[in-house]
């Protein structure tokens, strides 16, 4: 079966082809019919904005033939209410049609403390009443934690569908449908562009990849080349300010080797979670920054991560990663690192996880989280700290067995303050490169 409004949804083959499914049912219902089987009663698609939730209804609306009937908030809270029985009202008079509560989770104020709003009331009577009424309810929601158990229990929602950001194959289709007729330079391509923006929603895919062409135009060029495309990305994922991105002339050079200058900490702080990542996942470096988000002092590294940390082994790479910033501070300059307090806390989380969760010390470390005693978690504690202090030696070796490379690094991430992809992969080709294991 074919639905050619379904070619507007670009990737996500399985939740495309469920939504057919619900389209035809509504549309040829009596096929169904003669198995024996009704219609499901209601879908939900729910996301983080931006990953084509109400996209993928419209589409699935007019694949269905039926008339169909928006419910948005955008009345005060009384009129909002008379509006959801209005809709329902319209709906079953004009069956077989569809109810679209279209960002159902701002019905009422968007946090967990309001399930009992009387919007959800009022939607979950209204689904109630129009059971037997040929009316099927199709909602979208940014996050279902905000809805209450009893709306989204079977009868209400028969099918639930979480719709994520995009990635792999199908980020990479979305990117070559957005970059399709426009003159990008051979460095970029759907692939490269991918990789750097690897968990991106497909509404940031978009902007960023018109905002490069904005740039690029302004300064007259022919083709929209790598720096337009990492300037895009700067300012729109990173919001990195434009003041902070375009106006720093500074030679942070020549500070370099000051361990007083916090410049020159930045970059090799940078460096050292750019250097032990790329030797411990080879080719994985997108993105280091020496700017920092929203223009706070500090850069970011960013990697291309494909194994989602389901891997211990994997995991187990990212803590060594995470302490690389304060290893190499220490390595360099013998002193302790001032922005490493987040970088503690996200290596001593993840280790917590390993001990406790997945038993990687042992059984008798196991928290079970509801009843742990006071005995367990001072034991949990201990090999928590333990295992980071590991992994931190562990992050030093890497940095004294790549110096080369750590330094060249650093010294080019001074000069330029972004460092691409191609540029690490150049700088790592004129070292030797030593790898460690975990």
Known sequence: ?????????????????????????????????????????GLLLHGEPGVGKTLMACCMIKASGCKYFVCRKNKPNGDFVKHIKQTFNKAVENAPSIVFLDDMDKFANGDERHKDAEEYVTVQSCIDEVKDKEVFILATANNIRNLPDSLLRVGRFDRIIKVKSPIGEDAVAIIEHYIKGKPF?????????????NGCTCAELETVINEAGLYAGFERSENITMDHFIEACMRTIFKVPAESFKSDNEDWCANLNNPDCLTSQIVYHEAGHAVITEVLTPESVTLVSAYNRLGRQGGFTKFYDDSYGKLQSHRKKVVVSTLGGMAAIEQKFGISDSGNTRDLDMAFDYVRDMVAGECSCGFSLHSRGFDDSDDL???QEQVVAAEVEKYYRKAREILSQNWEFFEKLAAELAKKKILNTADIQKIKAECKITSVAI
């Not at 509504?26 to 019919?33: Q, S």
């Open 1 to 41: 079966m074919s639905m050619k409004e379904f070619d507007r949804i670009i990737g996500y083959p399985t939740i495309k082809k469920e939504l057919e499914q619900v389209a035809d049912i509504l549309k040829n219902g009596e096929v169904y019919a003669k198995l024996g089987v009704s219609a499901p009663r």
């Open 185 to 197: 330079s051979t460095e970029l391509d759907a692939k490269s562009i991918e990789r750097i923006l």
């Open 377 to 379: 978690m001072s034991r």
